[in-house]
C-alpha cells in the first residue's frame, strides 16, 4: 500500500505527547464500518484492534446505530446521572433477563464513572468498606487501569511508574505458570496467609484477570480460577474479576469465567459492554455486598444513557442465544490454526502463541520483533497492538462479527508481515 504522508502538525503541535496509538498507526482515519476503517485518503485498514476490546460487534455496527439514532431523534434523554430513565430501565431489565438470570446470578449493577478504571476503584473501595481491610492481592503482569487505586494492583513497572507517588497496600501474587509449572499452584500465597510473621496484612479482596491482555494474553486454566476462588473462600477474602477487555464475550461465553465454572463475588465490566464504543462501566457484586451509602461512590457520567440504549440493543441482538458464543469459539479455532502455522513455518523467531475465544498473541523472543511486524502490518492495511511488559507479544482482537473472509485475510497480513521482517 502506498501511503501519502499525511498532515499531523495539529496533533503534533496542539495534542500532548502522551499520545501513542497515533504514533504506530501514522494516518488520519475518517470512517469505519464492521471490521474496515478507511482513511481520509480512501486508504482501506482492516481491524484487528477493534478499540482496544471496545468494540466486539464491529464499528458502527446498523443494528445499534439504528438504535442509537432512534433514541437520539426522539430527544431521548443523554445526560442523567444516576436518574431513573427509560434508557437505564431498558438496560437493566435487558441486562437482567439476557445476562445474569440465565446464569444463576443476582449480583447488582453499579453504574459507576465511564472508564474500567473507574469500575475498579469501585470494585477496590467496596471490598475495602466489607471487610475493614486495606490490603489487595493481585496477579504479575496484571493491568486494571491507570487511577491511583487500579494502578496499586497492576503489574507494569512503566505505567507504575507514571502515578508519581508510592501505590500502597496491593501485594503481587504469581499468576498461573509465572513460575513454569515449577512449584505447586498458590503454594507461596497461602503459605503468607497462615503465617503470622509473614509480614501480609489479610487481604480484603483478591483481584484477576482470566486472560491478561495488557500482560501480554497470559491466559489462566480453569483449575486455576477455581483453586484460586476456593482459596479466597477459605480464607475469608472477596473474589473481583476484571472483565473489562475479556468479558462481554471475547473469550466466547459472555463472561470470560463461566469456562471456570466460578461465580465471582465482584466484577468488573466496561469496554464492550455500550456494544458500541461508548463510554460506559459497571460493577457487579452479590446483593449482600450492597453496603453504600446513597451518594457514597457517584461520578457526573455514570448516567451515560445513549450507552444504555446501544448496550440493551447488543445483548438484543447477540445474546438470546448462544450463536454468538459458537461463531466466537469456532472464529478462534481458525484463529488457532493459523497462528500454529506461522510459529511452525518461522522456526527461527522463537515464537510462541496462545489464546482463547477471540484474543490471541504471539509471543517472540526479540521484543523488537513484534514492534517491526505490527509495524509493517500496518503498512500492509491490517491494525494490530503489541503487548507484554517488554512488547514482546502481537495481540490480535479482531471483532466478534468479523466474516471468515475478512479474518483469514487479516492472517494471511500477519502471516506476510512475519516472514518480511525476519
Known amino acids: 500500500m ?4 499525511p498532515d499531523l502538525s495539529v496533533f ?14 501514522p494516518t488520519v482515519f475518517d470512517r469505519a464500518r464492521g471490521s474496515v476503517l478507511f482513511d481520509e485518503d480512501g486508504h482501506r485498514y482492516l481491524d484487528f484492534f477493534a478499540g482496544a476490546g471496545s468494540l466486539n460487534y464491529g464499528h458502527n455496527n446498523p443494528v445499534l446505530k ?11 434523554v443523554t445526560h442523567g446521572l444516576d436518574m431513573s430513565t427509560t434508557a437505564k430501565r431498558a438496560f437493566l431489565e435487558t441486562f ?12 447488582k449493577v453499579m453504574f459507576t464513572g465511564p472508564t474500567g478504571t473507574n469500575a475498579v476503584e469501585a470494585a477496590l473501595k467496596l471490598a475495602r468498606k466489607i ?11 496484571a493491568f486494571h487501569g491507570m487511577s491511583l487505586g487500579a494502578l496499586a494492583v497492576t503489574g507494569n513497572a512503566f505505567k ?3 502515578a508519581g507517588i508510592p501505590l500502597v497496600h496491593g501485594t503481587p501474587m504469581p499468576f498461573d505458570d509465572y513460575l513454569d509449572g515449577r512449584t505447586p499452584d498458590f503454594i507461596w500465597f497461602e503459605r503468607l496467609l497462615q503465617d503470622a510473621g509473614s509480614g501480609l496484612n489479610q487481604p480484603a479482596a483478591v483481584i484477576v484477570e482470566t486472560v491478561q491482555g495488557e500482560g501480554g494474553i497470559n491466559v489462566a486454566r480453569p483449575e486455576w480460577l477455581r483453586a484460586l476462588a476456593d482459596l479466597c473462600r477459605r480464607h475469608d477474602m472477596l473474589l473481583i474479576v476484571d472483565d473489562i477487555q475479556m468479558g462481554c464475550g471475547r473469550t466466547g461465553s459472555f463472561f470470560s469465567f463461566e469456562e471456570a465454572g466460578i461465580v465471582p463475588d465482584i466484577i468488573t465490566l466496561s469496554k464492550s459492554i455500550s456494544g458500541y464504543g461508548l463510554p460506559m462501566a459497571l460493577t457487579l457484586f452479590r446483593p449482600e455486598l450492597d453496603v453504600w451509602e446513597p451518594g ?3 461520578g457526573t457520567f455514570r448516567g451515560n444513557n445513549p450507552a444504555f440504549v446501544t448496550a440493551a440493543a447488543s445483548l438484543d441482538a447477540y445474546w438470546r442465544d448462544d450463536q454468538t458464543e459458537k461463531q466466537t469459539l469456532a472464529r478462534g479455532e481458525r484463529v488457532e490454526a493459523a497462528l500454529a502455522a506461522i510459529v511452525r513455518e518461522n522456526p527461527g523467531a522463537g515464537a510462541s502463541y496462545r489464546g482463547r475465544g477471540l484474543v490471541w498473541g504471539i ?30 507479544v502481537v495481540k490480535l482482537l479482531p471483532a466478534l462479527t468479523i466474516t471468515t473472509e475478512e479474518l483469514d485475510e487479516g492472517l494471511r497480513i500477519l502471516d506476510r508481515a512475519v516472514r518480511e521482517t525476519a
Open 363 to 392: 509471543e517472540f523472543a526479540d521484543p523488537a520483533r513484534a514492534s517491526a511486524i505490527c509495524a509493517r502490518a500496518f503498512e500492509l492495511g491490517l491494525l494490530l497492538e503489541t503487548s507484554g511488559p517488554q512488547s514482546e
Open 2 to 5: 502506498t501511503i501519502t504522508q
Open 296 to 298: 457514597e461512590h457517584n
Open 12 to 25: 503534533e503541535s496542539v495534542e500532548s505527547e502522551v499520545r501513542s496509538y497515533c504514533r504506530g498507526w
Open 160 to 162: 507504575r511508574a507514571g
Open 66 to 76: 439504528r438504535a442509537l439514532l432512534d433514541y437520539l431523534e426522539r430527544d431521548g
Open 96 to 107: 437482567r433477563d439476557v445476562v445474569l438470570e440465565p446464569r444463576g446470578m443476582d449480583h
Open 131 to 141: 471487610k475493614g481491610r486495606e490490603a489487595i492481592v493481585s496477579f504479575t503482569n
